[in-house]
């Protein structure tokens, strides 16, 4: 099964884009977000850096995956995964076999800004994996993590691949962990406002 929640809007988006803009222009040192390369463009873009090998994150994060991934899915004793930043998905797919294999997945919660993107890397991975509840969310995870489908039975993984949470600074990426701690093990609403 496949279906897809879009809690960020086109509109919306250019909002924060504009809002962003103009903070961080005027900032010292001037800077912006990184989630704003990964529009349907900048995602396809950042796949094709990702085949690189000078890049090595990717290949590093898929060696860990391919020798780990059992063992991360033997402790976690998960029914659902949960991906912030999901991208094109395959290196989760790592993960989603190791969770088939150890007999718990049900369910599958990718989330990504890039709707469009999102669409096209996740409704693969429905085909491909029959019986799945392929829930996808686009949302940006500093405002709408507290908007995730949350699994009412079972525990969950949540996994944060790749460059994700590095392109964050200390003082957000330590709000973040604890919205992710909040929202795994309330299940209810939460987040931090976020810090500029």
């Known amino acids: 099964?496949?279906?897809?929640?879009?809690?960020?809007?086109?509109?919306?988006?250019?909002?924060?884009?504009?809002?962003?803009?103009?903070?961080g222009l005027t900032a010292r040192p001037k800077q912006l977000p990184p989630k704003w390369f990964y529009d349907e463009r900048g995602s396809a873009l950042f796949e094709d850096i990702t085949r690189l090998p000078e890049y090595y994150p990717t290949w590093a994060e898929?060696?860990?995956l391919e020798t780990r991934a059992d063992e991360i899915a033997?402790?976690?004793?998960?029914?659902?995964?949960?991906?912030?930043?999901?991208?094109?998905?395959?290196?989760?797919r790592l993960l989603l076999d190791a969770m088939r294999r150890h007999g718990g997945l049900s369910r599958f919660v990718p989330v990504d800004v890039?709707?469009?993107f999102l669409a096209a890397s996740a409704?693969?991975?429905?085909?491909?994996?029959p019986g799945l509840d392929v829930h996808a969310v686009v949302g940006d995870f500093e405002q709408h993590l507290?908007?995730?489908?949350?699994?009412?039975?079972?525990r969950q993984l949540l996994?944060?691949?790749?460059?994700t949470i590095g392109n964050q600074e200390p003082g957000p990426r330590a709000s973040f962990l604890r919205d992710i701690h909040s929202v795994l093990h309330s299940g209810t609403p939460c987040c931090s406002a976020p810090t500029s």
Do not use: H, Q
């Not at 879009?6 to 803009?21: G, H, I, Q, W």
């Not at 033997?74 to 989760?92: D, F, N």
């Not at 996994?159 to 460059?163: T, Y």
């Open 1 to 23: 099964m496949f279906r897809i929640d879009r809690n960020l809007t086109a509109d919306e988006l250019d909002k924060a884009l504009r809002t962003d803009v103009a903070e």
């Open 62 to 64: 898929r060696s860990i």
């Open 74 to 92: 033997e402790a976690a004793g998960a029914v659902a995964l949960i991906e912030l930043g999901s991208g094109s998905g395959v290196k989760t």
């Open 114 to 116: 890039s709707g469009e």
């Open 123 to 129: 409704r693969p991975v429905a085909d491909d994996y």
């Open 146 to 154: 507290g908007l995730l489908p949350v699994s009412e039975g079972g």
């Open 159 to 163: 996994a944060v691949l790749g460059s």
